[in-house]
């Protein structure tokens, strides 16, 4: 009796013979599916934070899985990786890098902390283990998140790297600073978001770019740190 694969192994199979018998598919490069991954992966944030019923839920996780599975048959095929390879590392890294859970073994280690202050300073300094030469806190952040998600990032970034007292620079005086938006301090998440609109529309209606605004002073700011550190 032959035994039928498991559920990701028959994901597998089904992809590769889409791969080999579908000429679109087949066509599919990394490159070409940049597009998709990010299209799916905003698909599935939308779909946690609208709360969809969990069906669909499940649904759009297999979408975000479909990408993973397709990029690693992609390689698979020019020799380099396959998706078991792409899980194993996957599993190290977990093991690596939460060495407050784990052991170097994978075994359990039976007493783990209780503060998350301990957790994030116990996975910084397994990472930091990784590339002991890397000296730049910023290095592995993605320079294409969304400004505002590089803002959040590189500011906890800095934090972690000793730089808790970095300036981050204030709004400009005279009269364009009486009115800026950052002149009252919101004390709500909701008073946080009207002020960021408000910055906005002051961007648009002077015909700025406010990704691109964003984007220049995290630049700045990095560079500042970097430079204090050392």
Not at 56 to 67: A, T
Request: proline content about 4%; some cysteine.
């Amino acid at each position: 009796m032959t035994q039928q694969p498991g559920a990701v192994e028959r994901l597998v199979q089904i992809i590769a013979e889409l791969r080999q018998h579908c000429v679109w598919t087949r066509a599919l490069t990394h490159e070409s599916l940049v597009e998709y991954l990010v299209e799916e992966s905003y698909e599935l944030v939308e779909a946690i934070e609208e709360r969809h019923p969990d069906e669909e839920l499940r649904g759009e996780l297999g979408d975000v899985l479909y990408q993973v599975v397709l990029h690693s048959a992609i390689a698979a095929e020019r020799g380099s990786f396959t998706m078991e390879g792409v899980v194993d590392t996957l599993s190290e890294k977990l093991i690596r890098r939460n060495r407050h859970v784990f052991a170097a073994d994978g075994s359990l280690l039976g007493d783990y902390p209780d503060s998350i202050e301990e957790i994030v300073a116990s996975w910084d300094a397994a990472k930091r283990a990784e590339r002991p030469e890397r000296r730049d806190p910023f290095a592995s952040l993605p320079r294409h998140l969304p400004a505002l998600t590089l803002a959040d990032k590189t500011l906890g970034r800095a934090g972690r790297a000793g730089a808790d007292d970095a300036v981050v620079p204030a709004v400009g005086g005279g009269a364009a600073g009486a009115d800026a938006p950052g002149s009252v301090t919101p004390s709500t998440e909701a008073e946080l978001g009207e002020q960021l609109l408000r910055t906005v529309d002051l961007a648009r209606r002077n015909g700025w770019d406010a990704e691109r605004a964003l984007r220049g002073a995290v630049a700045r700011f990095t560079e500042d740190v970097t430079r204090a550190l050392g």
